[in-house]
């Protein structure tokens, strides 16, 4: 019997029958189907998965003509775990002129905007000299990273640790208080940015600390918009759906926690958003093709109902890839060509 060659979503390497193949592509969008409530992927779509996935070659790829555009989460930092002794202007220089990067993100190593905002001086300088030796787009990219707002870092009660407690309102009301915090920071050290040139600004894991995260930053792009209406924002999220830290926010009447990518996009385009980044988590369990089938049953939704160009996040962990630092070229390439030729998005 046939043996294909394939990965866990550990990296692992494993064989299995092209029946068990077809069978995680099933589980795999019938899960999405169920979660999100959408609809699941269609026979010639799991059959198209199926050609993918089951190809020999090591490394696959989409036809010329299908390409898309790539942005990049901290450009700067995929430079420096390579220990190559550059600074961050000189690993943009690479990313462009050695690795033909569509864009570059500038970022600081503390990479969220409360920490941004004591040296937003230097931040400004270091993209001033970026602009003037690099040709395609500079984004600036941080976190929102609500957790940062809590005692002892930050000015606010700790939430988590009012919960434990069993006080509920008193960490309702630190979150929102935190809210606050996140957005004027957000909305200062862009503005900062906007002003020295720099050419989108990248909201990077949005919704890592759940709604309060979600909302102060829809919230800040509110505000960046009527400023500057015509700011570039890009909106990548950290979770398929958002975690209900708080349960009872909303944005525009619509509750935040629980909401899945073709939900959020709809939020992101109200408040302003440019370029929406959807992320679907691996299962490190499953096999990758069972991964690649729901993240595309997701993003299938999304893309179809969003209204700006959708760039799906695709690294360690999110977009079908397995869960590790340096994820291989065969599950790069099957999952990246699989999302383009079954979605149709604009971007990776």
């Not at 995929?78 to 690795?99: A, C, D, G, K, Y």
């Not at 001086?121 to 040709?135: F, I, K, Y």
């Not at 708080?246 to 990518?261: K, Q, S």
Request: charged share 20%; proline share 5%.
């Amino acid at each position: 019997m046939l043996k294909i060659r394939t990965r866990m979503g550990d990296a692992s390497v494993v064989e299995v029958t092209e029946s068990q193949l077809r069978a995680d592509l099933e589980e795999g969008t019938k899960d999405a189907a169920q979660r999100g409530k959408i609809p699941p992927l269609s026979q010639d779509e799991l059959n198209h998965l199926f050609d993918i996935y089951s190809a020999p070659s090591r490394v696959v790829g989409v036809e010329p003509g299908n390409e898309v555009i790539f942005t990049y989460d901290s450009t700067v930092g995929e430079i420096q775990r390579t220990l190559i002794p550059v600074n961050r202007v000189q690993s943009l220089q690479m990313f462009e002129r050695m690795l033909g990067a569509d864009t570059v993100e500038l970022a600081h190593n503390d990479y969220s905007f409360k920490a941004v905002k004591p040296i937003i001086s230097d931040e400004r300088t270091a993209l001033e000299q970026a602009l003037l030796v690099t040709t395609v787009p500079v984004l600036y990219g941080a976190m929102p990273n609500l957790g940062l707002y809590n005692q002892p870092e930050g000015p606010v009660p700790n939430s988590s640790k009012l919960m434990s407690e069993g006080k509920i309102k008193e960490a309702r009301a630190s979150l929102e208080e935190a809210i606050e915090y996140a957005i004027r920071d957000m909305v200062y050290v862009a503005s900062e940015l906007y002003e020295s040139g720099v050419d989108a600004i990248d909201f990077d894991t949005t919704g890592s600390a759940g709604d309060p995260d979600f909302l102060a930053t829809l919230r800040a792009v509110e505000i960046l918009k009527k400023k500057y209406p015509d700011i570039c924002v890009e909106m990548g999220m950290s979770g398929e759906f958002i975690l209900g830290m708080h349960g009872g926010l909303t944005y525009d009447g619509t509750r935040l926690a629980g909401l899945y990518p073709h939900q959020q996009v709809k939020l992101a385009e109200k408040a302003g958003v440019t370029i929406f980044g959807p992320v679907v988590n691996t299962n490190t369990s499953k096999t990758c093709a069972w991964n690649a089938a729901r993240v595309i049953t997701f993003l299938k939704t999304c893309v179809e109902q969003s209204n700006i160009p959708v760039h799906a996040n695709m690294g360690m962990g999110v977009g079908g890839l397995p869960v590790t630092p340096f994820v291989p070229i065969d599950a790069v390439s099957r999952a990246s060509k699989a999302v383009v030729e079954l979605t149709r998005l604009d971007g990776l």
